[in-house]
């Protein structure tokens, strides 16, 4: 089946530095994007759509120039998350929509396996 | 209001019990719903997807109202396993997906 790899699975750094978590497509063409993310004990949150080649939307209340979301080819899309700070601390996952595979379920969505950030 | 509500639970519930879950959504022309099962710190994996007519997975079985808007899920005979968060996954036309807030499910010895 379609699969989404995400990495770093795990990163902690400074206050103030920028981390960069790539998510890449590993057989189909990922045409559209998201990223999530998740508090501990919360749902996870949408933050962003991202479709291939164009600018992401981003949903309400989340800044765009702190999460800096690429998506310039089929099979990668990263997000950086800029002058990070202690309450930017949280898991984030991204997922994936796309053609060129046959889906040998109805399943819509294929998850990366998250990355748990931690901001000192 | 939100596009999805889903009860937070958390639901504590002893082994071998049957338990269900609803969850509702407000647009009408939603067309995809599924659940999902999500583990602490895990991603969300696909457990079941709705289907009109209603599926059943073993002891999982999953509903889909139209008329009143939601769908449900129904675990018999809880297994210690079964412990996770459940949430359900409503998809309006091409890219707009909305998750529940998600269950929590925990089953006791």
């Known amino acids: 089946g379609a699969v989404v790899s995400q990495h770093p699975s795990r990163v902690i750094c400074k206050s103030g530095t920028s981390v960069k978590i790539e998510c890449r497509s590993l057989?189909?063409?990922?045409?559209?994007m998201f990223w999530y993310r998740q508090f501990p004990k919360q749902s996870l949150m949408l933050m962003a759509t991202?479709?291939?080649?164009?600018?992401?939307?981003?949903e309400q209340g989340v800044e765009k120039d702190k999460f800096l979301i690429n998506h310039a080819s089929l099979t990668l899309s990263t997000l950086t998350v800029t002058s990070a700070h202690p309450e930017d601390s949280s898991f984030y996952i991204c997922?994936?929509?796309?053609?060129?595979?046959?889906?040998?379920?109805?399943?819509?969505?294929?998850f990366g396996s998250g990355t748990q950030l931690s901001v000192l | 209001r939100k596009e999805v509500e889903q009860d937070p639970g958390p639901f504590n519930v002893p082994e071998g019990a049957t338990v269900a879950f609803n969850c509702t959504y407000s647009n009408s022309a939603s067309q995809s719903f599924f659940w999902y099962r999500q583990d602490c710190r895990k991603e969300p994996k696909l457990l079941m997807s709705v289907y009109s007519s209603g599926n059943e997975d073993g002891r999982f079985t999953a509903q889909l109202n139209r008329a009143s808007q939601y769908i449900s899920l129904l675990i018999r005979d809880s297994k210690l396993s079964d412990s996770a968060t459940y949430l359900c996954v409503v998809i309006t036309g091409a890219n707009n997906l909305f998750f529940g807030t998600g269950t929590r499910l925990t089953v006791i010895p």
């Open positions: 057989d189909f063409q990922a045409t559209t």
């Open positions: 991202s479709n291939e080649g164009s600018k992401a939307t981003y």
């Open positions: 997922s994936a929509r796309g053609t060129g595979v046959t889906f040998s379920t109805n399943e819509k969505l294929f």
